[in-house]
């Protein structure tokens, strides 16, 4: 298609200003036209209160990027690629398995395109990893995402409701690494999940998994840890050791420390983005959704103290 992109964002809150926005700027095959957004407003664009009046006052916009929390996700998707545009999904693409297949079929059938961003496949230090791992006979993977929840996400109530996903909200960026580098399908064993009893999501998890190969996968995610913040996965191989860490953005091998270029996440995915609408494709690797789902589907949940922000 002609450049540049004509993109209309719906839900202007942390993510979109820390990081769209600026990777947007950015980006010279995108400009941002307008925003939807019932409490917020953008400088420089046209605003609008919501996905359907920004539909209606903008019949130019060719893409549509979707930043609110995954209970809105589905209803604007479906809206936004009926209408024509081709949507970008921030993660987690949905609250469902299900409704994100829904949408990738409506897209398909459609004939646009449609992108299930994962930001951390884009982390500085993945595709190092990624070449690694591909070169080695793997025997053991390790995941320890450890963040305080007060610190990241205060006053974010959508995140404790059901589809809000819980310690998972963090978590699925290292199910997204796991699935991007580890080159073979990963299978859910079990999980032990605790829930607060004031809340409907979890905010710690233990997923025991393993690759179609056997390769045992452990993963801890824990939304109670203050002082320093962990996202680390560790990697086991010929009696070597691959740790990334800082979410992916950091790498050493038997302790080295690797040179891994500048953190450009969501530079990378509006570089992919606008490649996927060049060559009229869609990118909805439900991956890292599904062993999501699948903890909840197979694993224990105990009930834990109270949380209160
Ligand atoms: P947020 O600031 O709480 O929410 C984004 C905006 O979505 C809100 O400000 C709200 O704007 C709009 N919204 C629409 N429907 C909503 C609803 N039912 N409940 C609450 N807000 C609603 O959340 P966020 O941190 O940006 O996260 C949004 C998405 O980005 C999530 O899927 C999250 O996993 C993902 N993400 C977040 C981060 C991060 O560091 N925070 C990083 C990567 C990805 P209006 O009220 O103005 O409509």
């Not at 690759?211 to 840890?225: H, L």
């Amino acid at each position: 298609m002609t450049h540049p992109i004509r993109l209309g964002l719906v839900g202007l809150g942390k993510i979109a200003r820390d990081q769209h926005l600026p990777a947007i700027a950015a980006t010279e095959e995108i400009e941002l036209v307008a925003v939807a957004s019932r409490n917020a407003t953008a400088q420089g664009v046209v605003n609008y209160a919501d996905l359907g009046a920004m539909l209606a006052g903008e019949p130019g916009l060719d893409g549509i990027v979707l930043c609110q929390p995954p209970q809105a996700r589905f209803d604007a998707a479906r809206m936004a690629l009926a209408a024509g545009k081709h949507v970008f999904l921030e993660k987690p693409p949905g609250a469902t398995v299900s409704e994100a297949q829904a949408l990738a079929a409506l897209a398909a059938h459609r004939g646009t395109t449609l992108f299930a961003g994962w930001h951390s496949r884009h982390a500085s230090a993945v595709a190092t990893a990624k070449a690694w791992i591909a070169a080695r006979r793997i025997q053991q993977v390790v995941i320890t995402w450890k963040e305080d929840v007060r610190h990241w996400h205060p006053g974010q109530d959508w995140i404790w409701e059901a589809g809000g996903f819980g310690v998972f909200d963090p978590g699925i960026n290292a199910l997204s690494i796991l699935t991007e580098v580890i080159g073979e399908p990963v299978r859910l064993i079990d999980a032990e999940l605790e829930t607060p009893a004031n809340r409907h999501a979890p905010i710690a998890a233990r997923l025991a998994m393993a690759t179609a190969g056997g390769v045992p996968v452990a993963a801890e995610f824990d939304w109670r840890q203050t002082g320093p913040q962990t996202w680390d996965i560790r990697i086991e191989a010929d009696g070597e050791a691959l740790c990334l860490s800082h979410g992916g953005n950091a790498l050493t091998i038997d302790g080295v420390v690797q040179d891994t270029g500048p953190e450009a996440e969501y530079p990378g995915l509006y570089r992919r983005f606008v490649e996927l609408v060049d060559e009229g494709k869609s990118d909805v690797d439900l991956a890292p959704l599904q062993l999501v789902a699948d903890a909840f589907l197979r694993g224990t949940n105990r009930i834990v103290a109270p949380f209160d922000a």
